[in-house]
Nanobody, 119 residues
Framework: QVQLVESGGGLVQPGGSLRLSCAAS????????MGWYRRAPGKLRELVAT???????RYAESVKGRFTISGDNAKNTVYLQMNSLKPEETAIYYC?????????????WGQGTQVTVSS
């Protein structure tokens, strides 16, 4: 089993910044990918950004140039720096990881952290 603990959400004004963190813990495991998804009120969950163990990144088009994902393999931790936040990015942000298993891989999700962008 793998547990994901998120931190860094909160209330920020439009144009402001927040930094989310997510640490993975549990028995021995090997991370393939970590990242963030979000679900805004009344909408489906969507990809925000992911990063592989080797450092390859993927971003939603809507956040490119404003958000930066980074990882610390030694700490099994992923970070999401969010700049120039918009009100429509108010959502619950979920940490995600894909772990290698003996027979393939498995996804894990965090509990979610609320990000509210409002004046």
């Amino acid at each position: 089993q793998v547990q994901l603990v998120e931190s860094g959400g909160g209330l920020v004004q439009p144009g402001g910044s927040l930094r989310l963190s997510c640490a993975a813990s549990g028995s021995s495991f090997s991370i393939n990918t970590m990242g963030w998804y979000r679900r805004a009120p009344g909408k489906l969950r969507e990809l925000v950004a992911t990063i592989t163990r080797s450092g390859s990144t993927r971003y939603a088009e809507s956040v490119k140039g404003r958000f930066t994902i980074s990882g610390d393999n030694a700490k099994n931790t992923v970070y999401l720096q969010m700049n120039s936040l918009k009100p429509e990015e108010t959502a619950i942000y979920y940490c995600y990881t894909n772990i290698a298993t003996m027979i393939g891989s498995r996804d894990y999700w965090g509990q979610g952290t609320q990000v509210t962008v409002s004046s």
